[in-house]
Structures are given as structure tokens and as C-alpha cells.
């Protein structure tokens, strides 16, 4: 079993409650990677709703930082239709709720294989170098993959222009873009995005903002199952102001589809 | 009273549940306006929770088209902290789910106040002619507009060169925008807003496909209270694949600001 399949592990222990155990490998900084804590109230959900086995969108708001150990997943469906689902369903570790989410589940290949055939994308992948020209996560120094032993779990290899941040010359264009895979070569999958959208550093350390950017609201639609292989992932900004600021996420995959959209509204750290 | 504040309003009339009444004046096509629903439930959160007046971010599932008449918003808090509260709340007709809503309430002068005073903005107004220049929704046939009161409810000025669609000739390139104001001069505020991101017709029009198209889900974020004034409002797609699409809106006010952005997925109309 791969290393995030385990960490994303529930257990059924109610009627609409599953048990997990949040892995110490996913900490960063402070608290416990938002994008994790998502795939495992995926995991959850997805057990919960067998004929629906995609996450197809999630909106997630974050109550407290979580720490590594026990947690529960309380799930209550508010819809459950011929080919999507609606659910509520909550993180909570004893008595302090981590996070809220609202989904919607269905199966993607049939969603699609039921859909008009029309395509229209005008977005485009990042323009990111041949992986051997980035430049990889595991470069950043001691003290930082100390308190960031989520480092460890994927390979990340930034686009070279825009790591500025790393060496104190941010660039301030607000955007940070990488390849992806996970460290042990689990292949992408949904659930897998959830942790992707959220795994690349805040946009705000590119305007020499390197603290902890607090997630006040983050939705994913997931559009595709992802093929094998390699993703690209950028975050961008469009819009910081009043001490907020929107951060867009898009992954794409190995055949060149945009397989998942993340928006989050997140506060601007305290401290430059 | 105005004619938005008259049909937003609510009624306590429990623990958590607040009495509306949907207004007729909203349906568009087989249903009741989905950014109207939305700022009818965010009016039952706003007087539930006197200290935090501004929606920040809104999240919500559709789950079946509403009817005009009684309703029910029913409110369960999940956190109120310092500056910010989190809720779920739905819409009921009846024994009828109409939407849920996981919202994010604070204080936006407030939290602008505490927040960094850091602003970068590279997200731009739509290139929109003067307002003489500009097409009238009112200038719709006559057989639309009957099953489209909602028109009658706001002044909306089209980009000649994105209402192709309305002579049978679309530009297909996913992008409508217009001039807005509610039609009795009420002025815009947070909870207008949420009505705005969800007025202009689905992209889905600029691509010769004029049905409805059912909204799967919608996220906006409220970044600003509105300058009083004509407001600009922009829909536009980068994604349309597998069935569904994403829409982004956004909304411009008087001052040059983006005070709202809002996403949606969407499934594609049936029928071209």
C-alpha cells in the first residue's frame, strides 16, 4: 500500500463515522497540510457513497490547525440524487472541530460519458522547463525540511524563475508553479488532487511574505481522473488586498488536461 | 424599503430558523434566480449573527429548482470565533432541500482594518464601452422576457460585442459582460453582491447553447462593501470539458475595485 492510501486510511466506527489517524508525515509548520486533511474527509466520503466514487467538488473551511494523531470523520448527507451526491461532513479531533467541508460526489466517467462532447479550454499549463532544469523541494535547507516533513512525501521541482523567494529576491508576480508526483510513484488519482491543490507554497512568499498564510476558504472541482504520471501545478494571484488575497490553483496532468481547478481565500500573513 | 432589501427579507421564527418569502419577481426560466436564493439565506445569517454583518465567502449546492413562495433558512453555527463565524444553512421549501451553504461571516472593514495593508491586483475591470454604447437586456423579445421576470428587477447593459448570442451569432469565445444596477437605484452592498455573480446569463450562451445549465456548485468571496454606483460584472469560462464547465465571475465597482468573485460548475445544457 502506498504511503498516502495509508495516511488517508479511515475505519467505519458509526453509522456516519469514520476513524483516522492523521500522519505525522503531512505536518507543515505549525499544523497539518489543509490539502491532506481534505483527502482524508475524501477518503471517508468516498467509502460512505459507494456508487459514487469521485469527488467532483469541495469546499472546505478550516476551524483549527490540526496535529498529528486521532480524528473523526462525521458525515452527514443532505442529497443523495441518481448520479451525484451532496454531503456535509466534518474533521474533528476530540472536542475541536478542524474543518467543515461541503461536497459533491458522483462518477466522473459517467458524468462525462453522459455530458455534451463539447470542449473549449483556453487555459494553459504552466510553462515549466524540463524537470532536470527546476529545481527541487528537497534542495530547501535543514532547518526548513525540519519543520516541514510533508517535504519528504512528494517530489517538487519548481519552475527556476520563479523561486526567487528561496534566496530572498522574491519576484512578486505571484505565482509559483512545480512538477508533482508523490515521493513512493503512487500514481494521481481524485482523491490525490485534494493534497495537490494545496501543497505548493502560499503565492504570498513570492511577494516576501514567507509565513503562515491562514486558509479561511478553499473549493476544488475535480474535472478529470488524472493520467499516470507527472503533474503540473501552479498557484497564481489575481487579487490581494484587504489583508486577503485569492490564490487559483490548476493541476494538469501527463496528457495535458487541467484535471483539477482550487480556489482559496486566505489571509495575508502578519508578519513580512 | 427597496425592492431587493423587501424580498431578501426574513423572519425569525425559531432557535435557528428564519421565515422568507421567495419572490416571484426573481424566476428566470423554470426556477427561482440562484444568486437571489443565495442572498435570501445570506440574510437570515446576517441578522443570526449581529457582530459579523459581511458574507466572506459563500459556498453553495443546488439541490432542486425553487418555486415562489414560503421558504425557511434554517441555521447551524459550526464556530463563532473572534473575527470570523462559520455556518451551514439551508433552504427549504417544504420537505423540499433547496440549497446548502457553507458560509464564512465577519466583519470586512474590520478585518481590512487588521489585515496587512499590502494590495496587488493584476486581475483587470472589463474593457466595457460607456453604458450609451451598451445593449439593454431590457431590449430582449418580449417572449423571453416573460419567462425571465428577473429582468425587469435590474438594469443590465450587454458589451456589444459579446451578445452575439442574442442574434443567433455567438462569438464562442466563453466571455459576457455588462454594466448593472438594481433597477429602483437601490444600492449595491455585500448581500447584492451575491445576486450579482449569478445575474448575467451562463457562458454557455456565447457558445450557441442557450439552455439552462444546472449549477453543480458556486463559491463567492466578498472582498469589498461596494461603492455606491453602476457596477461591472464579467462571466467568463478557461474550462469547459467532460460535461460541465467552470465560470468565473467577477464584479467591479464604481471606485475601480473587485469587490466580488464568484466560481461555478456547471453542467452543460442537453440541447444545443
Known amino acids: 500500500m502506498s504511503e498516502f492510501d495509508r495516511d488517508i486510511a479511515v475505519n467505519k466506527n458509526g453509522v456516519d463515522t469514520y476513524a483516522a489517524e492523521l500522519a505525522p508525515g503531512w505536518v507543515v509548520g505549525g499544523g497539518v497540510n489543509g490539502g491532506y486533511l481534505l483527502a482524508v474527509v475524501a477518503s471517508a466520503l468516498r467509502q460512505h457513497l459507494p456508487t ?75 510553462d515549466l522547463p524540463p524537470r532536470e532544469q527546476c529545481l ?29 523567494w528561496a534566496v530572498g529576491a522574491p519576484t512578486e508576480q505571484g505565482r509559483i508553479s512545480a512538477w508533482y508526483r508523490l515521493a513512493d510513484g503512487r500514481e494521481p488519482d481524485p482523491l490525490s488532487l485534494l493534497q495537490v491543490i494545496d501543497a505548493l507554497p502560499p503565492v504570498t512568499f513570492d511577494f516576501g511574505m514567507p509565513g503562515w498564510a491562514p486558509t479561511l476558504e478553499l473549493t476544488c472541482h475535480v474535472r478529470h481522473r488524472p493520467a499516470p504520471g507527472w503533474l503540473q501545478v501552479v498557484h497564481a494571484t489575481r487579487h ?28 495575508l500573513p502578519r508578519v513580512r
Open 240 to 267: 490581494l488586498a484587504g489583508g486577503m488575497f485569492e490564490e487559483d490553483c490548476e493541476v494538469w496532468d501527463s496528457a495535458g488536461r487541467l484535471v483539477a481547478q482550487g480556489r482559496q481565500l486566505a489571509r
Open 136 to 164: 527541487a523541494a528537497s534542495l530547501a535547507p535543514d532547518r526548513m525540511r525540519r519543520t516541514a516533513p510533508m517535504l519528504e512525501r512528494f517530489d517538487m521541482l519548481f519552475h527556476p524563475e520563479q523561486v526567487g
Open 52 to 126: 459514487k466514487p469521485d469527488p467532483i467538488t469541495m469546499s472546505a473551511t478550516y476551524a483549527s490547525a490540526s496535529t498529528p494523531g486521532p480524528a473523526e470523520v462525521r458525515i452527514d448527507v443532505r442529497r443523495d440524487g441518481r448520479s451525484l451526491a451532496t454531503a456535509i461532513a466534518e474533521l474533528w479531533q476530540g472536542d475541536d472541530l478542524r474543518l467543515t467541508v461541503l461536497a459533491t460526489y458522483g462518477d466522473l466517467a459517467a458524468l462525462h460519458a453522459a455530458g455534451e462532447p463539447l470542449e473549449h479550454v483556453t487555459a494553459v499549463p504552466p
